[in-house]
């Protein structure tokens, strides 16, 4: 089939090279000329590991390409997928659609034959209802049925996540009572080579799908706030919260995912999504009071970070140089969207430290919005002559540091590990002042 993607950032551009991987014809379209011109070179814009040689193969093979022009791509495709961002609208909290609706009125424009519009973008629900009104009021005459598809991808892991998915999510539609069995043909096609993996497609209707997506992201970043609530219960107690995350996960009505401990949450979909739909639901009359809760949790959480720091250095701050490991709100990507190293970082600072920091992958990134800050070439320099290091992210390598080096390069032998990436007795053993999450049995 042939696929027209709007839009090539992380989720276009990851959907758009599997879907060409699947043995489709893609053209992914970004207005970004010199974002193209590096796609087109096999230059992948975004750090994602394994898909710089997905975008290379594809492309060579014919099946991969790069336009800032829609026009030909939307013409020419079977399925044409809006795969642009929706940020937080300044002021209120609501998903920016002003990307969705301008896309929706580019491809009515070019539309030719009968063609499926499917939204992958987060979109909050009652959108398709208004891509739809676009596209009919740009092009009466367009024979299209608007689809959503929400995508379930996790940054670092997203190429395993589209080819071997949980599942595929699809609203579609009814015409005159019955099921859009057109638009569901298209679809069952574009994702047919899942069925060798059983995937399981869950057709639903195009609002119920809309709200799958952000009721899934909510629940995940309350399953996250829980277990944090639960290690500040844990540091009360002297209790251990990796030892309660594995006692609770193993009940297959829990599971062990998204059970474990840190500084807060953050990235492109769970602080966007969980705003998006306190909005929505406060807007709709029927409030949604756990996820509010979850919200104002979460972002107190990462500003208390600095806190723990101070305390680890006995209250002081002021003049002491903090060496800080890892920056992306996750490992194994480039993105700092929402990171909670964007609130310690200015929270230590405003304390008096001084940060010199390192990432494997962010630092470009993390230098166009941290200020101040003195970015290392590596973990080690990052530590050098440094009164305490904070570890803020479990990239692996810093899970196997040598810390009899770290020790000799430290002014003052003090770790606040807000990842739990180190065993307390190990640390203590090696001299280390050691703090992490949850685990106050340890503390010391």
Request: net charge negative; glycine share 8%.
């Amino acid at each position: 089939m042939r696929v027209a993607m709007i839009g090539a950032g992380y989720v276009g551009l990851v959907s758009g090279a599997c879907f060409a991987d699947f043995g489709h014809v893609v053209c992914c379209v970004d207005k970004d000329q010199a974002k193209v011109d590096r796609l087109r070179a096999g230059e992948s814009p975004i750090y994602e590991p394994g898909l710089d040689d997905l975008i290379a193969r594809n492309a060579r093979e014919g099946r991969l390409s790069f336009d800032c022009d829609a026009a030909k791509a939307v013409a020419e495709a079977d399925a044409v997928f809006i795969a642009v961002g929706t940020p937080s609208r300044r002021g209120d909290g609501h998903a920016d659609l002003s990307y969705v609706y301008a896309a929706a009125e580019e491809i009515a424009r070019q539309m030719r034959g009968y063609t499926v519009v499917v939204t992958k973008s987060t979109v909050p629900v009652g959108a398709g209802d208004e891509i739809e009104a676009i596209i009919r009021r740009v092009n009466p005459q367009a024979e299209f049925a608007v689809v959503s598809n929400p995508e379930f991808l996790r940054e670092g892991a997203a190429i395993s996540d589209f080819k071997r998915p949980d599942r595929v999510v699809v609203g579609v539609n009814p015409i005159d009572g019955k099921e859009d069995e057109r638009a569901r043909k298209v679809m069952t096609e574009l994702y047919r080579p899942l069925n060798l993996n059983e995937t399981p497609i869950l057709f639903t209707g195009r609002r119920t799908s809309e709200l799958i997506k952000y009721a899934a992201n909510a629940f995940l970043a309350m399953k996250i706030t829980f277990i944090n609530e639960m290690a500040d219960l844990c540091e009360a107690l002297g209790a251990d919260v990796q030892q309660v995350s594995k006692g609770i996960g193993l009940d297959n009505r829990i599971g062990s995912k998204f059970l474990h401990a840190g500084p807060g949450y953050g990235g492109s979909c769970f602080p966007k999504d969980t705003i998006a739909l306190v909005r929505t639901a406060t807007d709709a009359g029927s409030p949604v009071r756990l996820i509010e809760t979850t919200v104002a949790i979460n972002d107190a959480r990462k500003k208390a970070m600095a806190t723990r720091v101070s305390e680890a250095l006995d209250g002081e701050l002021s003049g002491k140089t903090i060496g800080v490991l890892g920056l992306t709100f996750k490992p194994n990507t480039d993105d700092m969207r929402d990171a909670p190293s964007l609130d310690i970082i200015p929270a230590l600072q405003a304390l008096g430290a001084k940060i010199q920091a390192f990432d494997p992958e962010g630092m470009k990134e993390a230098g166009a919005l941290l200020k101040s800050v003195d970015f290392k070439d590596g973990p080690y320099d990052a530590v050098q002559d440094a009164d305490a290091v904070v570890i803020i992210t479990e990239w692996d390598q810093f899970r196997a540091l040598d810390l009899d080096r770290i020790k000799l390069l430290m002014r003052s032998p003090v770790v606040i590990d807000l990842r739990n990436i180190y065993r307390p007795d190990d640390m203590r053993i090696r001299g280390f002042r050691y703090s992490s999450i949850g685990r106050g049995a340890s503390k010391g």
